[in-house]
């Protein structure tokens, strides 16, 4: 299975999934850049800053 993650967009609650290797995180629907990840690795691993789910371990 390849590494997807789950997102919602902030704007409209669309649910899509992109992939790893997926740059442009946008919402396939309304096109918001403010997306709230649900499910799948962190975008940036190394710090959490940004981190505001239960995903994040540290
Ligand atoms: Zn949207």
């Not at 789950?6 to 704007?11: I, M």
């Not at 609650?13 to 997926?22: A, H, N, P, V, W």
Request: aromatic letters at 4%; glycine letters at 16%; hydrophobic letters at 20%.
């Amino acid at each position: 299975m390849e590494n997807t993650r789950l997102f919602r967009c902030a704007s409209c609650g669309e649910e899509f999934r992109l992939g790893e290797g997926e740059r442009t995180l946008r919402c396939p629907s309304c096109g918001s850049k403010v997306l709230i990840l649900l499910e799948g690795e962190s975008l940036s691993r190394r710090k959490c800053g940004g981190c505001s789910g239960g995903s994040c371990s540290t």
